[in-house]
Structure formats: C-alpha cells, structure tokens
C-alpha cells in the first residue's frame, strides 16, 4: 500500500493576517480618485461673446413671432439661400 502525501498549504496565521491588512489597505487607496481640469478647458466651457450675442438674437426673434411683429424679407432669404449654394458649389 502506497501512502501519498497531501498538498496542504502551510497554515500561518501571521502571514493570513498580514495578507488581509494589504487587501484592505489597497481597497481603501483604490477608492480616491482625483479629477483636475485645466485652466483651458475651464475657458472653453465659459460662454463666448458669440454665443451670448447669438442667444440674446433667437430670444429677440422668439420675441418678435410670439407677438405677431416678425415678418420674412422674401428677397433677403432668396439672395441668402442663392449665395449659399453659390458658395457650396465652390
């Protein structure tokens, strides 16, 4: 009869322990995480002078339609539009 040996890990109490104190140590650095933004990406999300001045127009045209004082310039959107398909054309 042939007697094998059986592959138990050493069982150190001290090295467990040491083990799950680096475990919990890495989860609570894992759980910071920092976000800086740069200075230039903080001027890009500021409103620009264009798009303020774009703002204040469509709220100046809403004001206009909604009172019923808005009137199309037919030759002045003709000319528009002919100008643009000139231009994409090129």
């Known amino acids: 009869m042939?007697?094998?040996?059986f592959?138990?890990?050493?069982?150190?109490?001290?090295k467990t322990?040491?083990?799950?104190a680096e475990q919990m140590e890495r989860k609570s650095k894992m759980g910071t995480d920092?976000?800086?933004i740069s200075t230039e990406a903080k001027q890009l999300s500021e409103a620009s002078?264009?798009?303020?001045?774009?703002?204040?127009r469509v709220e100046q045209l809403k004001a206009k339609i909604e009172s019923g004082t808005y009137?199309?310039?037919?030759?002045?959107l003709a000319s528009n539009l002919?100008?643009?398909?000139?231009?994409?054309?090129?």
């Open 17 to 20: 322990n040491q083990l799950k």
């Open 49 to 56: 002078p264009i798009t303020i001045e774009r703002k204040e």
């Open 34 to 36: 920092k976000l800086e």
């Open 2 to 5: 042939k007697i094998q040996k």
């Open 82 to 90: 002919a100008n643009y398909y000139k231009a994409k054309k090129e």
């Open 71 to 76: 009137k199309v310039d037919a030759e002045q």
């Open 7 to 14: 592959n138990l890990p050493a069982v150190n109490p001290y």
